[in-house]
C-alpha cells in the first residue's frame, strides 16, 4: 500500500511539475494533449518527434506559426512561442543580466577561451530567464560578418575585419552558447547572421533594405564566407538569419543557392533540421524596394522554396495562404520549414520538462561573482594600449587630483554599446576614479558628437590648472554609429580635438582613453605633450574599473587592435559600397584591411603595447609523418594523401611552437599572432594573413610560456577565381607579431591541389531600378565587373 501512495504521490508531484512549466510557457507532455504523441516521447529522434506534432496541424494553423512570433496552437495545448528577445522586470529578480563589453572589445583579447567563458555565462542566464517564462531559447547572435569598412554603424557587434580570426572566435561563441557542438540538449540556439556580405546601413542614401552587393566568387569564399562556415560545417550552429540585401542580384532570403547548394548542402548543415530565418521584415523587402518578384505572394513562395523557414515579420502570415491558393508552393515545403523550427525546439528540451539539466537554474545563476570577474576580465583583456611615453602604469594615491575630462568620463550605457539588456551596474571612468582615494574634479564635455558650443568649457581650464594628471575620455558612441546608421567619416570631431590640444598645453601628465569604434588618432600620437593613449571600445558593466586597472597597472595591458586603424581621408577613396579587396588602379581603391591595403595606417590591425618587452622565437614545429621538425620542405601530395578529413582544408599541417620570453620587469599576458606571407597562388599575393594566435597569459618577468600555433592545410591554402580553395606550391613564411618579432620559412613543392571545389553560382544579375537608387556617387548606377572594376 505504501508504495501505491508513493507512487500516486510522485505522480502528483510530477503533474503539479508539468503544470507549473505549462504556466510558464511550456508544452505539458504529462498531462497535456500532446502527451500521447511521439513528440513527447524523449526516447525518439527529434526528427520523428517534431515531423509527428506538425502531422496535428491543419493548414492554417501551419500558415500561422511561419512567424518568429508564433501562436502556437491552442487546442493541442502548444503554448506561443517567439524566438528572440529577453523581458527585464522592474524590479528584483529578473530586473537586470550580466553585461559584457561588446563583441569588438572582446574579440581585441584574441582569447578563444574568454570567449567560451563568456557565453556560457551568456546562454547560462539566458536559460535561467527562459525558466521563468522571461526569453525564449533562440538568440539572435552572433553577427559574425567581417568588419571591413571603419564607417560601418555595426562593426561593434563583430570581433574585427580578420575571416580566421571570426572563424575561430565563433567556433568558441558558440560551444558556449549552445553547450557543445553535439550536446543532447543545447543550452541555447544560436543564429549566425547576417548572411551573406552584410555591412552597410545607410551610407549615403544607399540603403540596407534596398542594397545590392555584387562580390566576385573569390572575395565571397576567401573573406565573406569563412565564419559562416565555422558557424555551419565546423561548429553546427543551430540557426542562420539571411540578410536585408541582395547577394549578386539575388535578395539573400530567397536565394536557393546561398540558402541551399551552399549552406545546406556544401556545408552539411543538415544533419539536425537547422533553420533559417529572415531579418526581420527582409521578407518583405524581396517585394519592395528588392523588386525581385512581381507580386508579394510570389515573393513569400520565393523565400519559403529558397530555404528561409522562419519569417521575422507578419509577411508569411499575410500571403503564404494566397500564394498556396495560386499553387505557387508546395505543402511539402511548409513542412519541411515547420519540421526544422520544433526539431530544434526539441533539442533545446522545449518538450521534456524536469529532465533538462538546465530547467533547476534560477535568478541565482544570474549574474554572480564570477559572471561579474569575467565581465571585468574581457573589458581588461580587450583594452588596448596605443602610445605610452612611460607616463603608465600610473601609481595613483590619496594626495593627488585627477582632471577627468570628456563625454564618456561618466558614462553608463554608452559603455554598453549598439545592443544591450539592462545591467546590475555601470562602473563608469569618474566611479572608478573616485575609488582611488583621489580628489577626482569631473567634466563631461564637451557634450555629443560634434557640438562645438564653449559655453560649458570654462570650469575645464581651472580644473586642469589644480590636477595632477589630466584623462580625457572621449571618442564616439551610439550617436553616430549603431544599426541603421553608418559614420560619414572617421575623425575626431573638431571640439574634441580643439579640447584635447588646449588641455595637453598644460604640460602635465595626459591621458587620452579613445572609446567607441576606431578614430584616426594621428594628432593624439603626435602630440609630444599626450603621455599615453589607450583604446577602450564599448567595455561593458565594469568598463570604467577595467580602464583604470590598466591605467595603474593593476593589468597589464595585451590587448591587440582587431582592425586596421585607417587615416580619415580613407573615406573619400572608396565607396562602402564597393565590396572588393584588392586595390584597384582604376576605381583609385587603396584596398581593404591589413592584407590588401596599400596605404599607410595609423595603427595596423594586431597592433598593441605592453608595459613590458617580449622576444619570441619560433622553436620547432611538432613531429609529423611529412618528415622531422627542421623540415622546410613539403611535398604537396605527402600532405594530402594522408588526410582523413571529410573537408581537407581542416587536414593538420604543422604546429608551430613558439617561445614567448618576457624581457621586462612587469608580469603581463601576450598575444602570439601567426601571420602567413609569401608568393603562392593567384597574383597579386596579400600582404600577410593571420593563421593562427592564442594568448599566453601572466608571463612573469625573465620567464618563457609557449605558444601552440595550430596550422592546417586550410590554413596555407587560397582561394581562386572561381572560389576554389587551393593547396599551392611556393614560399611561405610564417611570422610571429606584426613587427614580426620571428619566423619561419618553408616551401611547398609539387603540383597543385584543390582542397574544396566551389558550387558555381548562377550568374550575377543586377537589380533593375530607377526608381530605389542610391545617392549621388552610389554604385547603384554603375556596374562592378567581375574582377571589381566599375
Known amino acids: 500500500m505504501s508504495a501505491i501512495i508513493g507512487a500516486a504521490v510522485l505522480a502528483l508531484v510530477g ?87 561588446e563583441p569588438i572589445l572582446m574579440g581585441a583579447a584574441f582569447d578563444d577561451d574568454l570567449i567560451n567563458a563568456v557565453a556560457t555565462v551568456v546562454s547560462t542566464e539566458a536559460r535561467a530567464f527562459n525558466n ?71 551610407w549615403n542614401g544607399n540603403f540596407r533594405y534596398q542594397w545590392d552587393a555584387h562580390v566576385n566568387s573569390q572575395d565571397l569564399v576567401e573573406y565573406y564566407m569563412p565564419p559562416f562556415q565555422s558557424c555551419a560545417r565546423d561548429s553546427n550552429v543551430a540557426a542562420f538569419m539571411c540578410s536585408y540585401n541582395s547577394l549578386n542580384g539575388v535578395p539573400t532570403c530567397a536565394d536557393p543557392w546561398l540558402l541551399g547548394d551552399v549552406l ?38 520565393q523565400a519559403l522554396i529558397a530555404g528561409t523557414d522562419v519569417n ?68 581588461v583583456e580587450g583594452i588596448t594600449l596605443l602610445k605610452n611615453d612611460g607616463t603608465l602604469p600610473m601609481q595613483i594615491t590619496s594626495n593627488m587630483t585627477i582632471a577627468l575630462i570628456g563625454d564618456w568620463a561618466n558614462s553608463t550605457s554608452q559603455m554598453q554599446g549598439n545592443y544591450f539588456g539592462v545591467a546590475p551596474y555601470l562602473h563608469s571612468p569618474y566611479y572608478a576614479a573616485t575609488q582611488t582615494g583621489a580628489t577626482v574634479y569631473l567634466a563631461g564635455v564637451p557634450g555629443g558628437q560634434g557640438d562645438p558650443t564653449t559655453d560649458s568649457w570654462l570650469p575645464i581650464w581651472g580644473y586642469a590648472e589644480k590636477a595632477d594628471v589630466i584623462i580625457y575620455v572621449g571618442g564616439v558612441d551610439d550617436s553616430v554609429e549603431e544599426e541603421g546608421m553608418d559614420r560619414n567619416n572617421i575623425d575626431w570631431t573638431g571640439a574634441q580635438l580643439d579640447m584635447i590640444g588646449q588641455l595637453a598645453m598644460y604640460g602635465k601628465p595626459m591621458v587620452v ?83 590588401w591595403y596599400t596605404g599607410d595606417a595609423v595603427f595596423e590591425f594586431g597592433f598593441g603595447m605592453h608595459y613590458t618587452n617580449f622576444t619570441a622565437t619560433v622553436a620547432s614545429s611538432s613531429p609529423s609523418s611529412y618528415g622531422s621538425s627542421s623540415n622546410t620542405t613539403y611535398s604537396i601530395s605527402d600532405l594530402t594523401s594522408g588526410c582523413t578529413e571529410t573537408y581537407m582544408d581542416r587536414c593538420a599541417f604543422q604546429t608551430f611552437a613558439v617561445d614567448v620570453k618576457n624581457i621586462g620587469t612587469a608580469t603581463s599576458d601576450y598575444v602570439a599572432l601567426g601571420f602567413l606571407a609569401g608568393q603562392h597562388g593567384p597574383t597579386p599575393y596579400p600582404i600577410k594573413r593571420l593563421a593562427a594566435y592564442q594568448r599566453l597569459h601572466d608571463i612573469t618577468a625573465g620567464s618563457t610560456q609557449t605558444a601552440a600555433l595550430n596550422l592546417t592545410l586550410g590554413s596555407l591554402a587560397r582561394v581562386d577565381d572561381y572560389g576554389n580553395t587551393v593547396l599551392y606550391p611556393g614560399d611561405y613564411a610564417l611570422m610571429i607579431d606584426t613587427q614580426p618579432l620571428s619566423f619561419i620559412n618553408f616551401t611547398l613543392i609539387g603540383a597543385e591541389v584543390m582542397l574544396d571545389k566551389w558550387p558555381q553560382p548562377p550568374t550575377p544579375r543586377f537589380q533593375e531600378t530607377d526608381y530605389f537608387v542610391g545617392g549621388y556617387g552610389s554604385t547603384y548606377g554603375e556596374k562592378l565587373l567581375i574582377n571589381g572594376t566599375i
Open 15 to 101: 503533474q503539479a511539475a508539468s503544470q507549473g512549466l505549462a504556466n510558464r510557457g511550456f508544452p505539458d507532455c504529462i498531462g497535456g494533449p500532446l502527451k500521447n504523441n511521439t513528440v513527447c516521447d524523449t526516447s525518439a529522434d527529434p526528427l520523428d518527434r517534431a515531423t509527428a506534432l506538425i502531422t496535428l496541424f491543419t493548414l492554417e494553423e501551419k500558415l500561422n506559426n511561419t512567424g518568429s512570433t508564433s501562436p502556437g496552437v491552442p487546442r493541442l495545448g502548444l503554448p506561443p512561442y517567439e524566438c528572440p528577445g529577453v523581458n527585464f522586470s522592474d524590479s528584483g529578480d529578473f530586473s537586470y543580466a550580466t553585461s559584457f563589453p
Open 132 to 202: 521563468y517564462g522571461r526569453a525564449g531559447l533562440d538568440f539572435w547572435t552572433p553577427n559574425i560578418n567581417p568588419y571591413k569598412d571603419p564607417r560601418w554603424g555595426r562593426g561593434q557587434e563583430t570581433p574585427g575585419e580578420d575571416p580566421y580570426h571570426l572563424s575561430s572566435y565563433v567556433h568558441a561563441l558558440i560551444d558556449g552558447l549552445q553547450g557543445g557542438y553535439d550536446p543532447k540538449y543545447k543550452r541555447i540556439a544560436a543564429t549566425c547572421k547576417h548572411f551573406a556580405a552584410y555591412d552597410m546601413e545607410s
Open 264 to 301: 545546406r548542402e556544401h556545408w552539411g548543415w543538415t544533419n539536425e533540421q537547422q533553420w533559417v530565418t529572415s531579418d526581420c521584415d527582409a521578407v518583405q523587402n524581396i517585394f519592395l524596394p528588392h523588386g525581385y518578384n512581381d507580386t508579394r505572394e510570389a515573393a513569400a513562395a
Open 312 to 379: 521575422c515579420g507578419t509577411y508569411y502570415q499575410n500571403h503564404l495562404p494566397a500564394a498556396y491558393e495560386q499553387g505557387l508552393f508546395d505543402i511539402s515545403v511548409l513542412d519541411q520549414a515547420l519540421v526544422r523550427q520544433y526539431s530544434s525546439l526539441v533539442r533545446l528540451g522545449y518538450f521534456d520538462g524536469l529532465a533538462v539539466p538546465y530547467r533547476n537554474l534560477t535568478f541565482a545563476d544570474v549574474n554572480t561573482p564570477h559572471a561579474q570577474q569575467l565581465a571585468r576580465q574581457a573589458a
Open 513 to 595: 582613453m579613445q572609446m567607441g569604434d576606431q578614430l584616426d588618432n594621428t594628432p593624439i600620437v603626435s602630440n609630444p605633450n599626450i603621455s599615453a593613449l589607450l583604446w577602450g571600445g564599448y567595455p561593458g558593466q565594469d568598463g570604467g574599473v577595467a580602464l583604470f586597472d590598466i591605467l595603474q597597472g593593476i593589468a597589464a595591458p595585451a590587448g591587440r587592435l582587431p582592425v586596421t586603424q585607417y587615416p580619415a581621408d580613407y573615406v573619400t577613396q572608396i565607396p562602402m559600397t564597393d565590396m572588393s579587396l584588392r586595390p584597384n588602379a582604376t576605381s583609385g581603391s587603396p584596398g581593404r584591411t591589413y592584407q
